[in-house]
T-cell receptor, first 114, second 116 residues
Framework: AQSVTQLGSHVSVSEGALVLLRCNYS??????LFWYVQYPNQGLQLLLK??????LVKGINGFEAEFKKSETSFHLTKPSAHMSDAAEYFC????????????FGKGTHLIIQP | DAGVIQSPRHEVTEMGQEVTLRCKPI?????LFWYRQTMMRGLELLIY????????DSGMPEDRFSAKMPNASFSTLKIQPSEPRDSAVYFC??????????????FGSGTRLTVV
């Protein structure tokens, strides 16, 4: 069965600093991996996804993530944080080969300090 | 495209009452998912449908919960009777294609349910 672990329920960075949100996954088959963002009182919005093509994936709002099979990781990064990036971020995994739902991590709340 | 539409946005009900949450998926999407979000458990998959047929309902917490999809453009999640521990945000999501197609899901804005 697939699972996702997000390290750190809260991450605080200064505006302009590097953002790094960590995600490790477990999957018995080659995974498809996703990052979603949730702003207060809203649904989840897809940031980016990995689908076994390029290991470095670029998403919206300047975010990117790198798939590292040897480390079973899919960390999310952004070179320079903006106040508007403050939100909840979810990593999710979906195993290929079957119509399974997404398994989400617990989420990481990103706080941007002015 | 209007996206995934959920109603109501907020629902407050008394314990023991029946609650019905509604979802309209994106036209052309053949998968529909119901998720529940709480602080304690995070996001949990309750049930999902493919072409209006329930595929996996193993996440439905108990018999008080039921879900239907009478046609491709409408689904309901019903709780009867409701209990305070059902208080959560319920999300509906839809996607095109199955597990071999790595499409992300499109989520609705959610229904915030409070059972008092």
């Amino acid at each position: 069965a697939q699972s996702v672990t997000q390290l750190g329920s809260h991450v605080s960075v200064s505006e302009g600093a590097l953002v790094l949100l960590r995600c490790n996954y477990s999957s018995s088959v080659p995974p498809y991996l996703f990052w979603y963002v949730q702003y207060p009182n809203q649904g989840l919005q897809l940031l980016l996804k990995y689908t076994s093509a390029a290991t470095l994936v670029k998403g919206i709002n300047g975010f990117e993530a790198e798939f590292k099979k040897s480390e079973t990781s899919f960390h999310l990064t952004k070179p320079s944080a903006h106040m508007s990036d403050a939100a909840e971020y979810f990593c999710a995994v979906r195993s290929g080969g079957g119509a399974d739902g997404l398994t989400f991590g617990k989420g990481t709340h990103l706080i941007i300090q002015p | 495209d209007a996206g995934v539409i959920q109603s109501p946005r907020h629902e407050v009900t008394e314990m023991g009452q029946e609650v019905t949450l509604r979802c309209k998926p994106i036209s052309g999407h053949d998968y529909l998912f119901w998720y529940r979000q709480t602080m304690m458990r995070g996001l949990e998959l309750l049930i999902y449908f493919n072409n209006n047929v329930p595929i996996d309902d193993s996440g439905m917490p108990e018999d008080r919960f039921s879900a239907k999809m009478p046609n491709a453009s409408f689904s309901t999640l019903k709780i009867q009777p409701s209990e305070p521990r059902d208080s959560a945000v319920y999300f509906c999501a839809s996607s095109r294609g199955g597990g071999t197609v790595a499409n992300g899901y499109t989520f609705g804005s959610g229904t915030r349910l409070t059972v008092v």
